[in-house]
């Protein structure tokens, strides 16, 4: 409980702090390296942090405030999980050290802590500072304004309650606070929001707000959704007005999809409105609809859907554009409308990848059309892009090597990279000077987070390189990349291998990691799959067996040469299943083969036909994963010394 004197004198403090935050007056820090002294200082510190030593954490926190290694002790301690610090400790470090690590999870905790009581201009200080993040925040922030500035408070509340998650009784608490300021409108706003998000359990709880029209609207659009056995029924029940409305029509869509009813599906998206703040979500149904026509080889149906719309977001153009002219060129033999949408994909796209992509492709249409100069000159553009798939494809189609030699690197100074990253990259280096590296990785994956220019992005790649945090270094220089700033090292890093990869190229091993794990050697995936090679652990188990060796679930996080080792005999094992074939085994690594085994056989006659293939793969995921690792094994042939070859993504596709 905070007394009122000290939530005065709180509340002055907020003011205060968060004023100065929002007018950005804090002073930048200069990373430096680690001081003898603060090693030590720091060595004791998380000594005592593993063995639950709070008393000693805490002695530091007072003797060190106002130092690098006095933050850490607080910070140790305020993240702790059975830490009982209240809303004045965590929003003192909150604001004094806003970027750090877990401060989501600090300010979360602060708002639930967040006393009754505290004067209302200090409490919007607060949360102009820091928007809430919690139903416990936005009750506070909605009081504090009711008080503090009635207009704002309502353009708030209504703006919030659209789209706020809460649960049963966090809602009759915001309606018990604000529902004054609320009317009909807003809550069918917040239940159609609900809806689109599909959010079921909340939606269902707003409809007796709701009435009339509105209610029936919603009451089938959840029947629908839910695929309840009266859904037609529902439908069939709707006044004629009603049947036009976006909702109801987005998921009568999705209902026939859903139920394999193509035509019927077909039909509802001819009445997809011109205009939709939904438009990404008409263009997924309309894009599955397509590939199942694909798969029927009703290629003109699929041509005539995918084309009927434009899209106005830029992936999903880009992804239109590709699909169109791909079934044009190869399918309808149209090479002259697949030029159009492959020219026109090549003029909406800036990444690397999709600039390859449609460059390759408007080759490979002008190339039909008879247009042999413009070919060439396509597939040139396309060669730029060296570390894509769709540029090394294009280098082959010129007879040059697939990658003539590495890009050079933007690598920044080391004076730039000393000086970059205030407190984080200090509080990295410290605690990867004391072997904390776990907590180090904390701190440079926060700035991983934080750096919003391609310049960070190559001076964190090239630091985490350094400092051997290979997943860091893998992100942070993919993200430059993408802005045309390549650091090669960082980007594709070379890390111990098995002395044993079953037989197996290290350039396939390691172009297969970095796209399974961006050398994250203790990732765990929503499948539970872990480590490097990103193996579950029944199937790592197995593979141990096979080969005789000692093996421990653990080991797949905390041996990642172990990791590695299994993870080749897995990838050799697929690569024999299918007879040598490594485009069908690269897909059934990432999809699984009983799902590869279902697909149709990969054909071996030419290149043009296994791109065909990998194209028309089900899985939007595994389509891309296969191109990424074919992509990544040309670039680390070069990186582990072999000499530049022509036509080596096209034998790689016809093995």
Known sequence: MVRAGKRTALAAALLVACGALLLGTAAPVLAQPATPAE?????????????NGWDVVRTVESQMANTLVGRLATWADLSRADSTAGFEELAAFVVRNPGWPNVVALRRRAERAMPDGLPADAVVAWFDAFAPLTAEGALHFGTALQANDPIRARIWVRDTWRSISLTG?????????????????DHWARLDTLLWAERAEEARRMLPRVSGDRRQLADTRLKLMARTPDASAAVRALPAKLLQDEGILYERTRWRRR???????IEMLAQQPKTSAHARDWWLERHIIARRLFDEQSYTKAYQLVTAREQSDPVDRADKDFLAGWLALRFLNRPSDAVEHFEKLYGDVSMPISLARGAYWAGRAHEAAGHKQKAVDWYRLAAKQTLTFYGQLAADKLDQPSIAALPVSATPSTQAVAAYGGDLARAARLLDAIGQRDRADLFLRKLMVDADTPEKNRLLATLASSMKYPFVAVRAAKAAARDGLTVVDAAYP????????SGLPPALVLGLARQES???ATAVSSAGAIGLMQLRPGTARDVAQSLGIDHTTGMLSGDPVHNL???????????????????????????????VDTWAPTPSKTPEQVVDWIESIPLPETRSYVQRVLENTQVYRLRLGEAPKAGALEADLLR
Request: hydrophobic share 45%.
């Open 259 to 265: 139920n394999n009813d193509e035509a019927g599906a």
């Open 494 to 501: 070379l890390v111990a291998m098995p002395d044993d990869l």
């Open 169 to 185: 009784a966090q809602e009759t608490e915001f309606l018990a606070r604000f529902g004054g300021l609320l009317g009909p409108d």
């Open 518 to 520: 961006e050398f994250n």
């Open 39 to 51: 090693i030590k200082a720091a060595q004791a510190l998380f000594f005592a942090v593993d063995r």
């Open 565 to 595: 080792r299994l993870g080749s005999r897995y990838l050799a094992d697929l690569i024999k299943r299918y007879d040598g074939n490594w485009p069908r085994a690269i897909a059934a690594y990432n999809a699984g083969f009983g799902r």
